[in-house]
């Protein structure tokens, strides 16, 4: 998954598995720790799919208001150029707590790759 480092849309389902079972073991016991109507819980599958491919489709725009909040694609094509920083998939809050989000080079204006040749891989508040 992560050897693409601008991923295409379905980087997002590129993985082993037994990986990708792993990854989806909390959303199936959730519902059997928390009931929820079938329907509900297909609605949300069919949202968290989309949303996985909508973060790996290089499509940077997010309203402005919600740029500080939720975590787009282009917080998450950061992730993959850099490892250390924007591992939220919704939303930014528990990465500026622990000390990982790092504003999008993109929102920044910055190229990619002159990004990275400048090591941009520092975690930084904004």
Same mark, same amino acid.
């Given at each position: 998954?992560?050897?693409?480092?601008?991923? *295409?849309?379905?980087?997002?389902? /590129?993985? !082993?598995?037994?990986?990708?079972?792993?990854? #989806?073991?909390? &959303?199936?016991?959730?519902?059997?720790?928390?009931?929820?109507?079938?329907?509900?819980?297909?609605?949300?599958?069919?949202?968290?799919?989309?949303?996985?491919?909508?973060?790996?489709?290089?499509?940077?725009?997010?309203?402005?208001?919600?740029? *500080?909040?939720?975590?787009?694609? /282009?917080? !998450?094509?950061?992730?993959?150029?850099?490892? #250390?920083?924007? &591992?939220?998939?919704?939303?930014?809050?528990?990465?500026?707590?622990?000390?990982?989000?790092?504003?999008?080079?993109?929102?920044?204006?910055?190229?990619?790759?002159?990004?990275?040749?400048?090591?941009?891989?520092?975690?930084?508040?904004?």
């Amino acid at each position: 998954h992560h050897k693409w480092k601008v991923p *295409p849309p379905f980087a997002s389902h /590129a993985f !082993h598995p037994v990986d990708g079972f792993l990854q #989806s073991l909390p &959303y199936h016991i959730y519902a059997f720790i928390f009931p929820l109507h079938k329907l509900a819980y297909l609605v949300l599958f069919i949202f968290v799919n989309i949303w996985t491919v909508s973060i790996h489709d290089g499509d940077y725009r997010v309203p402005d208001f919600l740029r *500080p909040f939720v975590n787009g694609a /282009a917080h !998450h094509t950061d992730h993959h150029l850099f490892y #250390s920083c924007n &591992y939220g998939q919704f939303f930014t809050l528990w990465d500026r707590i622990g000390g990982s989000f790092k504003n999008p080079s993109a929102f920044e204006g910055k190229l990619l790759i002159k990004d990275v040749q400048e090591g941009g891989n520092k975690v930084k508040d904004s």
